[in-house]
């Protein structure tokens, strides 16, 4: 994240705030939640960091040896933890009834609001961790992943094993180069059209419609490690082996995201983000149980959405204005939240295949993130592009999960 200073400035205020600042929530609550959260995607490098931080805050070691250690009311935040890190779209106001009604185990809505917090925000920590190869305990021996090199202080993916493996096919020939830089080329060149074509005409809200339900049903066949530039699919052989380490955090280990447009099925309950937006509704809700929180969020929002030094490679002057706005919709409309005013159109014209591969798999199933994915989509990126690929995804996937659990609240209080 240090290559985006900026935008670091405002996740660390928002992450330290949460974590041990005043609060709703005791200090080793957070943490362990933190590790509940994390579990759900086998992201043990922020596992083992709230461990620590949990033992250090006075946390009960006991904990540490599983769920069935947790006093009752810490083990109820299973459901929705699984619900909003998997399939948010199911929470529902049950749901929140069910936490806070009277009882000795029971939630007040400014705890929960807090803990629902911290669930979003490390559910789309671990996307950034394993988006960006940073989960070295998994490293020995299993062939998906990374290394973590230090290169004048900034991290730099490398392969755990066999550096040179398809490096040669992807830089070290002509022909590579030349045709991503074709690739880079032809990318500016349909945003640009897609800027004119903006201001020329205006597309029907119901053509706006089918296409948004066009590109979730779509989305459905952008399959998580499919066999793409001829990888083969070995990639994931070791992906389900879920560590005694991790395990004991989490309950229904098996469930996880499923599409939101599955195959074959009319009618879909899209959240249209009109009907309930982070600025008109999430954000006031938030703030008023608990306290200042949606200042910082909003802030941290605004600050990846807007974020750009208007270039792209090696162009300079360039309006990323289109290609982030197709980024941050895509991963909502995988989530079911659609922009009535969003032609979602752009979305196939800006985003490349092995970019939408990426993209869902970051999002979606995080653990199974590769290198290769990494190194296959926009070729003559830097690295610090890249980055800012992924705190745009972690920033889009963590509003949305709280979209979906501050309706449910916002339903449960009307």
């Known amino acids: 994240m240090s ?178 830089l074709g690739e880079l080329e032809a990318l500016m060149e349909r945003m640009k059209r897609l800027q004119e074509d903006r201001e020329d005409g205006e597309t029907t809200q119901e053509e706006m419609t089918t296409r948004f339900e066009k590109e979730t049903k779509e989305s459905v066949f952008v399959v998580p490690g499919e066999t793409f530039h001829s990888f083969p699919h070995s990639d994931f052989e070791d992906d389900m082996i879920i560590t005694a380490d991790v395990s004991r955090y989490i309950e229904d280990p098996g469930f996880g995201y499923e599409d939101f447009a599955r195959r074959g099925e009319e009618h879909l309950p899209t959240f249209r983000a009109q009907d309930y937006t982070w600025e008109n509704h999430g954000f006031s809700l938030v703030n008023r149980l608990y306290s200042d929180i949606g200042h910082l969020l909003d802030e941290k929002f605004r600050m990846v959405y807007n974020l750009t030094y208007n270039t792209m490679a090696t162009h300079e002057d360039v309006d990323t204005t289109t290609l982030r706005r197709a980024l941050f919709n895509y991963v909502h409309c995988m989530f079911g939240i659609r922009y009535d005013d969003y032609d979602y159109g752009e979305v196939n014209q800006l985003l490349e295949r092995s970019l939408k591969v990426y993209i869902k798999t970051v999002t979606c199933y995080p653990e199974r993130t590769t290198k290769r994915m990494y190194d296959s989509y926009w070729r003559q990126f830097t690295h610090s592009e890249k980055v800012h690929v992924n705190l745009l995804l972690m920033e889009a996937r963590m509003q949305a999960e709280l979209l979906y659990a501050l309706r449910a609240i916002t339903r449960h209080l009307t």
Request: hydrophobic share 40%; charged share 15%.
């Open 3 to 180: 290559l985006h200073t900026q935008y670091l400035e405002s996740f660390l205020r928002s992450q330290f705030y949460m974590l041990r600042m005043d609060g709703p929530l005791p200090l080793p609550d957070r943490h362990y939640i933190a590790i509940m959260a994390a579990a759900r995607h086998q992201c043990s490098y922020l596992i083992n960091m709230h461990v620590d931080e949990f033992l250090k805050t006075g946390g009960i070691a006991e904990w540490l040896n599983g769920l069935e250690y947790v006093p009752q009311r810490l083990r109820n935040l299973n459901e929705i933890n699984k619900l909003l890190a998997h399939r948010p779209w199911l929470i529902t106001k049950e749901h929140i009834q069910k936490l806070v009604k009277t009882g000795e185990n029971n939630w007040s809505l400014p705890e929960l609001v807090h803990a629902v917090v911290l669930l979003a925000h490390y559910h789309a920590l671990a996307s950034f961790v394993f988006g960006s190869g940073i989960n070295p305990e998994r490293e020995p021996g299993i062939s998906n992943n990374f290394r973590l090199i230090s290169v004048n202080s900034f991290c730099v993916c490398d392969l755990a094993n066999d550096n040179s493996i398809e490096n040669a096919s992807l830089a070290g020939n002509n022909f590579g180069i030349v045709d991503s």
